[in-house]
């Protein structure tokens, strides 16, 4: 009988292709893939170490599958991902639950760590971290018509609240033709919606062709005719530059949806976190962006309770947010890191950025929910990808999967990965609905 395995994908979009990844190997090497950890002869969890809570995320997982193992319904536990290369010399003896480990330069000894495990050793696989996923994949999630794709692995920044470079290592684009055939093997089972995601995805190429080129690598992935939408995440704001708008701005496949994580806006903290750029640069980016691209949707990330963020800097935050009124925007309060430079910097205590996180979080989802209303009566495409309680529900080119919205759509004969032109009719917590028109 075949071994079942089970993963559990904790984190970000990068780790769910890594998640991915693993799935594909294992797969080849004859396991059977299952949904819940019950019952699998093994787990594999991928971690996040990103920041204090994505920390507490990966042990509370890690402790409740060591709870089903110890009562006969899970088999081993395998630790991979960022929060087992940041404390690789201590997780197997801090979590004795845990059978084997694998870090971020090892996601394709997955096989090999499972077969460990299996045979009653504990092992750890610490590769160089990095790796760029030229694997196979297998989508964690049958059928569904979108993908992340990663473009490059790890991160040659050095922001000073920031662990990553140090957990993936540094920037290393893969090539135009390695990201094509896996786009093409990806379509070819059904996605039409492509998501580029890297630490640092505007930073395509300069490694490896001494220039950026993601507007070259977006052209090459337009050719491909199954692909339908190609969305672009994290692009570090400087680094947004005309060929990129040009590119956005022709109207083929590339998405108006503009991510650019800023994280703060006042020019003191930017610099003191080691950002380039400033404030003013990161307006005029917004500028031009609505200028040049009708209709763009834009992303930002930001942090709250930053080193150097007093009442005032903080003011400037929140003034910023009302006045640029950002489509989306996503906020986490700052956890000082140990082994970062910010983490030795004096900060608001965690209280403070607690309640400044929340605050933003409010000014935030009032805008995002004046965005919504003012879209009724807006017509668009929605790739469709399932039905529950009545109607289908997708997205449109203003939804990145799993971080904004749905779009509610009342209509019939539908089918999961199909568009829909559809006009929106309302909105309701997050989520617009919509009726299907025809084209
Ligand atoms: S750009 Fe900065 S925040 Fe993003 S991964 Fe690199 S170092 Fe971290």
Not at 73 to 86: D, H
Not at 167 to 184: Q, Y
Not at 356 to 371: K, N, P
Not at 394 to 400: F, L, N, V
Request: overall charge negative; hydrophobic content about 40%.
């Amino acid at each position: 009988m075949r071994k079942r395995v089970a993963l559990i994908s904790l984190g970000c979009a990068k780790n769910l292709v890594n998640s991915e990844q693993m799935l594909y190997l294992l797969s080849e090497a004859g396991y059977e893939i299952t949904d819940t950890p019950e019952g699998a002869d093994a787990v594999v969890v991928n971690t996040c170490g990103f920041i204090e809570a994505a920390k507490n995320e990966a042990i509370e997982t890690i402790l409740e599958l060591g709870a089903a193992k110890a009562a006969g319904t899970v088999g081993n536990i395998i630790v991979a991902g960022c929060f087992a290369q940041r404390y690789k010399s201590e997780i197997l003896d801090e979590l004795p639950e845990i059978d084997a480990v694998v870090g971020t330069g090892s996601y394709g000894e997955i096989v090999s760590a499972v077969e460990t495990a299996r045979s009653g050793r504990r092992g750890a696989l610490f590769g160089e971290p990095g790796g760029s996923g030229e694997t196979g994949r297998l989508l964690s999630s049958p059928g569904r018509p979108w993908a992340y794709i990663k473009i490059a692995e790890g991160c040659d920044n050095r922001c000073a609240f920031c662990v990553i470079p140090e957990l993936r290592g540094g920037f290393r684009s893969r090539t135009v033709e390695n990201i094509a055939a896996e786009a093409r093997a990806l379509c070819g089972a059904g996605v039409s919606e492509l998501i580029l995601v890297a630490q640092d995805t505007a930073r395509y190429g300069l490694d490896i062709y001494g220039r950026r080129r993601l507007p070259e690598l977006l052209a090459e992935l337009s050719e491909i005719e199954a692909l339908k939408w190609i969305r672009l995440h994290y692009l570090y704001p400087d680094e947004v530059d005309d060929a990129l708008i040009d590119a956005m701005a022709r109207g083929g496949k590339v998405l108006r949806y503009l991510d650019i994580p800023i994280q703060h806006i006042n020019d003191g903290i930017l610099k003191r976190m080691n950002r380039r750029g400033t404030g003013a640069d990161i307006r005029a980016l917004i500028k031009k962006a609505r200028a040049r691209l009708p209709g763009v949707v834009i992303r930002t990330s930001l942090i709250a309770g930053l080193p150097g963020e007093g009442d005032a800097e903080f003011e400037e935050l929140c003034d910023f947010l009302r006045e640029s009124r950002l489509e989306r925007a996503g906020v986490f309060t700052y956890s000082p890191e140990e082994g970062t430079p910010a983490a030795l910097m004096e900060r608001p205590d965690g209280a403070t950025a607690r309640r400044r996180a929340e605050l933003i979080e409010d000014i935030q989802s009032r805008i995002m929910d004046e965005y919504n209303a003012g879209r009724v009566g807006e017509r668009c495409s929605v790739l469709v990808e399932g039905a529950r309680d009545g109607r289908y529900y997708g997205r449109s080119y203003a939804e990145s999967p799993e971080i904004d919205g749905r779009v509610l759509v009342e209509g019939e004969g539908l089918s999961v990965g199909c568009f829909a032109d559809v006009a929106v009719t309302g909105a309701v917590g997050g989520d617009v609905t919509a009726r299907v028109v025809c084209p």
